[in-house]
């Protein structure tokens, strides 16, 4: 095969490899977001009626971050199984596991009808989505990371988060002509439960699409050798564990969304707090910021290839943090359309230099033989301490609180402050070579080198068998 023929095939399998990760990140994503969506809209009324509405809210909304619990768990199984078996096998598990769960809670009953054990079940069906979900962003990241030519892994590995929020705006649009059509009596006993029942159609279209997908050349040539480790978190803890607490730590920036949908729609749309947001409008806010985030995605995952990973990944945790007071000022003073717009710079636009790049960053930060396992690990266990993060809210700033922008806008810079210093503390990665990841004495290709690299738009990293 000639020199350009071999550019094409990888270019290609780059291509396949990016795409699988989209669709599979987006059916998969719209399984989880779905759950948020009904935690925040029905669920506290149908799962944990109570005379005090807070009460009913914070449990609901505990549910929610239930499924973060079972997060590091299903990051330690499941990286486990993507290091030792594939990441292609480690995908189609996932997607398994995450939509089966999720059908079973569209045919849930309802406290009305079996008492406790209604939400007994609910968490522990959550409990299963959050298993399989730990492993989906490491898995795909990693696959597409892999497969991707020096100089545009950060264009491509985006994809995969380019995907999440695609899968978030079809969990957010799937509710609206319900929210909007059906009368609120019929909503809220079977109009939610339609969205779930879904998840079978979610399941099949998965499963075709990533029974395709080729395993990567890094995991395979370690395969071969026989390299593969026993254990790979052990190693990842023994040789990373900085890196891990890292990424734990950079991923607390999952408060904006938390903010910006879980949060935010309790405020907006539950009767306790007085704001009352109409159901179907307040459900725009989600699917235009992600919309706008679609978009903006892969320019920022383009941008982070050119100046690195660091710069963007700061800027926007920082500034997506300080909009945060405006958007819950909006909120506060009933004004629907400056919430809006204020949503979809803050979550839309700013937020992407963290949401574009950590896609690359991450898995870069870890050598191949246990990559998967470290990065499941440390984000899993990030997201697990944020998603925590609407019951604390709710807590601190209950119906009939004072200054409620003010006390929750200050908790989300806070948390931003934190992932900004963990990223300023990691080393750039953009311009290493494949092989070199995870080690810290790593030279990078000089400047020069890596600019033609980068203008070629073919596999300039020839050395593909990982660290």
Known sequence: MSESSSRATNLHQSRRAAASGWIGSALEYYDFFIYATAASLVFPQIFFPSQNPTVAIIASLATYGVGYVARP????????????????????????????????????????????????????????QGFAVAGEISGASSMILEHAPLGRRGYYASFSLQGVQAGQILAAAVFLPLAAYLPSEAFNSWGWRIPFILSFFVIIAAYIIRREVNETPAFEREERAGELPQTPIVEAFRQSWADILRVACMSLM???????????????????????????????????????????????????????????????????????????????????????????FMWGVLYQGYNAVFPAFYPELFRTRYRVSAMAIGQNIGTALSAFLPALFAAVAPPGSSNIPLTIGGIT????????????????????????????DAVPVPKDEYTRIRALGTIGDTRLAGG
């Not at 690195?308 to 405006?326: D, E, V």
Request: hydrophobic share 55%.
């Open 413 to 440: 810079l806070g948390v931003a402050a934190i992932a900004s210093i963990a990223a300023f503390s990691a080393r750039e990665t953009y311009s290493l070579n494949l092989n070199d990841l995870g080690n810290p």
């Open 254 to 344: 999952n408060v904006i969304p938390v903010v910006a949908t879980i949060f935010g729609a309790a405020y907006a749309v539950q009767p306790a707090y007085g704001v009352g947001f109409a159901k179907e409008i307040y459900l725009w806010i989600p699917v235009a910021g992600n919309i706008i985030a679609v978009v903006i995605i892969p320019f920022v995952g383009t941008l982070s290839d050119k100046i690195g990973r660091r710069p963007p990944i700061i800027a926007g945790s920082l500034a997506a943090a300080l909009l945060s007071f405006f958007y819950l000022y909006a909120v506060s003073i009933h004004d629907v359309w400056m919430a809006v717009v204020v949503s979809l």
């Open 73 to 128: 768990i299903g990051a330690l199984c499941l990286g486990h199984w993507g290091d030792t078996h594939g990441r292609r096998n480690v995908l189609l598990l996932c997607m398994f596991l995450m939509g089966g769960s999720t059908m079973a809670v569209g045919i849930l009953p309802t406290y009305q009808q079996v008492g406790i054990w209604a939400p007994i079940l609910l968490v522990a069906l959550r409990l299963i």
